[in-house]
């Protein structure tokens, strides 16, 4: 193996150009030659190449977003365009590739596995649901910006005594809402995995507006309902001064946070070494604090674990 | 004059905190007692009054929103109700009141004044939409924030080639979009005060992005239209990847920035210097640097003039 | 059980509040009544306690510092001290306590257990220098100031292509030095805990100039070192335009990252439960994500483990 | 004229490259060329010139630093340098300058434009400390950080009832100090144009604290004395806790606010205009918020006005 490639996919999160500078780092001080992929499998495809070295990557690590740029490519589903990308690889002499993305990031560096280049798929996205891993890259910063928009939310809803649902993303899965909300102290949180009882949540409202608390914060992840949906539903059950937020993209951006960087600089690092050890299809991630590797395979039949104790937590300490 | 009460009305914004502080020491520094009227000209009419030591303020001017409380209450414009406000404050010995608050405010402070209670009002509003000051208590923060949004939103924007639109706050002052607009680079400003032409604007996004640039930002002051619709007009005139943002409440909240700080700080301690020369009806600025008194009816008849040299110096940056 | 009792000990440590919040909340939850005892061990020999609702404790999460208050108070290593602290507490009936803070807390901790006052130790400090434990309390914190403190110096040295010698907290560990040199890309980082060599980290940096790079970063704890030794000794390897800093105090302070508010929240919650089962004289952790309990006493014979590979990770990249 | 230059020189300033970018977008507007210069004079007399496009700025208005480099260069006062770097700007086609910087870059700036190269000086430094302008581009970000530390190193303060003297930067110039101080609510500020007091300082501090306050804080510019000696110093009036907290270099880095991306951007917009208009040899200047021109001759007489005032409402409130 002599060089290598890399490239994100799927949406952007911050902590992905401190991967792309891990990679591209540490490849160099094993005395291999690192191309970025520009735009993802799209770019693979058309061959959009561009030779890396470590002065490329200074100063990426407290940037947001890919400054390689992501694109969406269905079409490299499709075992003919998979073939053309193997292809252009070869062509440029890359031997091996490293992935970084969500969910279908991982399909692609398997069909690569497949066609003789060894891939290795790193887990970025800022909304935790990769399986087989406690933290995706970019996740933590994503919390980190929600957090901040809500202690600033707070302010103004504690000095007009009224109730905020906040939107934060996630859309099948609750990890920013749970840790978001447990961070800034939510009255309640709403995640699609558990059920939960708006009538009961009104109640806590009431509860502790009565007992002389100053502000009402939901945190609301997205897959769940729209806030302005939520705010109509809660507002059956009191007679509250609500308002409906979502905080939308500025989740996906902002320099990433001291989690995010050490993540992903293991993360690339070691994704590095298990190329130089022939190995490939395979997913790295983080489970109890540890880099761990599953087979991408295993990836698509598992489901990411959610701490939901968190939830318990909420409710017990908002009772 | 021996007490004074301060209150907050109207929207709440970062600085109104630091503005109570600097009423409270600089008046308790003059030998004066300090009252705090809680939830505005309610609380004013309903009696709900607390003492304020220099220690009550201490830790107050790095925290936004306001520890007062701030409440709706058009029943002020009622001369009953004006009366019943001035015979609580008699009966509690304060003889004179500062009030921070946007246009509503004035009105209360005119009255209040008319009725033998001297008052000053200070302008506290994150729009900036106050006649005869170039600075409202608020606005500076708020575009702290709407900038490190919109510095964030740019990061995904670069990341996939798209196009924000992003909805600032100011319903008939562009001042936070063009502020905040020249500071985050955006390709076009959008405000109610001025013509725009949607048409051009995306012709400047076309241009843009052939020239090689990797996202498009558009600032639209809420007063104009809601992003969705911006969005709607704007692909007509061409085939972005767009995208619409609301960046909302959070604007009103955080930690006052330095700005806000030290104009709340000047005003407040002028404030109370007026009072102790018994001024009353008078509405306190901040004009070319410098600060300025203007009779409180002067306030009704004048328009807040935004800096609209910001639109042309970025139209022309832009071309 | 009816009443417990809550302070901070030692150094404070951002998301002691959020702790204080968590136990104050739970124990309300539960049917306990909770006293905040101010000044530490001090305050509790002295008698200086305040009863805790939830909503003095609302507004509590995002705040750095401990409002409870610490205090240095040796003395408290005498029995007859120790017994004048139960005292107090059994004449407030007060029956048991959950102690936040460094190594001495663990000692006071474990006194009043054994005088029959059931205590929970939690590890609060910025260090991150507690056995048994994968994160105190205020680490995390911590990192966040430094890498940001980092990141801003990183912009001048750049721009007159210096080295900075950036001294970070840590007398006997060196976790907050490692994790923010990675965190910041830093060309090398020096702890107390393993061999350095100096001339090597001078040829990294020469190395690094000569290919480009516009700038050098070295991380140093506080304990092996101070930054202007450091930077003495460096020159007589290089004639680098050198600075020494030292980030200090503020290190300890500002509002508290996610991961602090949830760890904080967490354990907490934990310890009150804890003792609701009756236990004490337990050290609660976070090994492996997981909340985890320890004997105190196994705290005193055991070593905290630092994530030494991200040493090794950060020399690979340098290379 | 065809073809400008851009330069920035002395101590780097947040805001610098905000400015480079609108010097650059403003002149591509108006159909001239720019080339970047780099390392400030030392790279006009060695030639290093890059070109400059919109889009090789699009990224740096939000970055701290200057992306030209910036360097010593004494060798520039002599006037046979001088005309060497005239000569390197002639054979580049370069008909005119705008410099960035502080004191020394006007000099140089003059010189150039005697020589027949029409330049233009922007106010470039944290220090605040140039003639005829109430703003310096990086000023305002300056104080901002500084802020956020004091900030941060309250919390620790209140917590343990300390005293903190933190040095600010400033050598000849109180204004970061004077700014800060308000925004941070000290104690006392200390700057080099004006006389203080210490045992009086310390008599201030012991009454807050027998009143109840948790905290002090004196923000000292660093021209006065070090830290450490101005902490021996109040220790003869008092037995504080006390600390000394130097906040250095960081103070020159950091994403610059929306003033000074806004300040830098009129005025570096401006600059073009002037050398439009044929004008050189001018300072460019914000005198009570409006733009403004001074002969750069002018500069060399004149002295940086503080907003005192501001050392006195502090004392006041502090009374």
Do not use: W
Not at 281 to 306: M, P, Y
């Amino acid at each position: 193996m002599k060089r290598i490639g890399i490239l994100t996919s799927g949406g952007d999160a911050p902590g992905m150009n401190a991967a792309i500078r891990a990679v591209t780092k540490t490849a160099i001080s094993n005395g291999l030659e690192v191309f970025g992929i520009r735009y993802g499998f799209a770019g693979l495809v058309a061959g959009d190449f561009v030779a890396l070295t470590a002065e490329d990557v200074d100063h990426k690590i407290s940037q947001g977003g890919t400054f390689l740029y992501s694109a969406r490519y269905p079409e490299f589903a499709q075992e003919e365009v998979q073939k053309k990308g193997a292809e252009q690889l070869r062509s440029h002499g890359i031997d091996a590739v490293i992935v970084i993305g969500g969910d279908g990031s991982y399909h692609g560096a398997l069909a690569l596995t497949r066609l003789g280049i060894n891939s290795i798929g790193l887990p970025g996205t800022i909304d935790n649901d990769i399986p087989y891993t406690d933290y995706t890259i970019g996740f933590s910063s994503a919390c980190r910006t929600a957090m901040d928009a809500i202690d600033k939310i707070r302010d103004t809803a504690a000095s007009h005594h009224r109730v905020f649902i906040v939107n934060v993303m996630g859309r099948e899965c609750g990890d920013i809402a749970m840790r978001v909300g447990v961070a800034t102290g939510a009255d309640a949180i709403v995640i699609p995995e558990r059920p939960y009882d708006i009538k009961e949540i009104a109640e806590t409202l009431k509860r502790h507006f009565a007992d002389g608390k100053d502000n009402g914060i939901i945190v609301l992840a997205e897959g769940v309902m729209s806030a302005d949906k939520f705010k109509d539903e809660l507002l059956k059950y009191g007679d509250f001064d609500a308002r409906a937020n979502v905080l939308a993209h500025m989740q996906r951006g902002g320099s990433p946070t001291v989690t995010d960087r050490v993540n992903a600089t293991k993360m690339g690092n070691y994704a590095v070494k298990l190329l130089l050890d022939g190995k490939g299809g395979l997913a790295v991630g983080i489970e109890n604090s540890k880099l761990a590797t599953h087979d991408i395979l295993d990836l698509f039949d598992g489901k990411h674990q959610g701490d939901y104790a968190l939830l318990d937590i909420n409710k017990e300490m908002n009772k």
